[in-house]
């Protein structure tokens, strides 16, 4: 075998060796992806099962989300304003991790639509949260997810105006799991 022939062969097993690395380096791409993605729908399902938990746990919060966010808000205490406040920056805190986990491709469209759904419902029955997102909550959050939020609360008021059940017309059912 000759030099040139040598040569050859070395330059084979190189490029053999860039492919298998390149195919290495996709599948470890891939997946990082899935993982993304998996590590996405956790923290969604953590995010959406830790505030019902709370709620239960707190007779106060209870009572100021079914009694006293339904009464004019000057007539709420500076207890109950915080309470209900709080609650409607965690509520759209969760939703602002959801949807920009799905933005960047993260979380799955079933469980976006999961999430947004559930917070159309949810504003529908608390109107409290747009009134305190009106009057400087809004602030919280960054430009692009409070065009997401007005966007809901636009789904949310022509739901109601037309007496339908929130989430009933979302189309979330088209969407598979990954």
């Given amino acids: ?20 690395s390149l ?12 993982a993304l993605q998996l590590t996405a729908a956790q923290a969604n399902t953590a995010d959406w099962t830790a505030t019902p938990k709370r709620v239960a746990g707190d007779e106060a919060l209870i009572d100021a989300i079914t009694v006293v966010a ?6 709420w205490s500076p207890r109950d304003f915080m ?19 799905w933005a960047d491709g993260n979380l799955n469209d079933e469980l976006w639509f999961a999430a947004r759904d559930g917070t159309i419902n949810f504003f529908v029955t608390n109107p409290y949260i747009e009134q305190l997102w009106r009057q400087g ?18 789904q949310a008021a022509a739901e109601l105006a037309e007496n339908k059940t929130p989430m009933s017309t979302t189309g ?5 799991l990954d």
């Fill in 83 to 101: 309470r209900l406040s709080s609650f409607a920056v965690v509520s759209l805190k969760n939703l602002e991790l959801n949807y920009l986990n």
């Fill in 1 to 20: 075998m000759g030099l040139q022939d040598i040569y050859f062969v070395a330059e084979i097993v190189g490029v053999a060796a860039v492919v298998a």
């Fill in 172 to 176: 979330a059912t088209e969407h598979t």
């Fill in 70 to 75: 339904h009464q004019p808000q000057d007539t």
């Fill in 137 to 154: 909550l809004s602030a919280n959050f960054p430009a692009i997810y409070q065009v997401q939020v007005e966007e809901l609360f636009a």
């Fill in 23 to 34: 195919v290495f380096v996709g599948k470890q791409l891939a997946q990082n992806t899935r």
